[in-house]
């Protein structure tokens, strides 16, 4: 049976037919550290964005104590 499955595996993967709304992966080089490179770049914008956004999301109470 595992045998079954291993040969069927291997005649899917080697047909070539892409999974619809599928494109095949072209990207070049080091994929991990393209990887990485964008989470970063992602990363500083929101933190860029957060700060911009932090004064409408922050009531400072200044005429109570508790605050």
């Known amino acids: 049976m595992r045998l079954f499955f291993s040969l069927l595996s291997l005649i899917i993967s080697l047909s070539g037919n892409e999974l619809p709304n599928t494109k ?3 990207m070049e080089g080091d994929l991990s550290a393209q990887m990485v490179a964008g989470i970063s770049r992602f990363l500083d914008r929101e933190i860029i964005a957060s700060s911009k956004r932090r004064p409408q999301l ?4 200044y005429k109570s104590d508790e605050a």
Do not use: A, V
Request: aromatic fraction near 14%.
């Open 24 to 26: 095949p992966l072209l």
């Open 58 to 61: 922050w009531s400072r109470d």
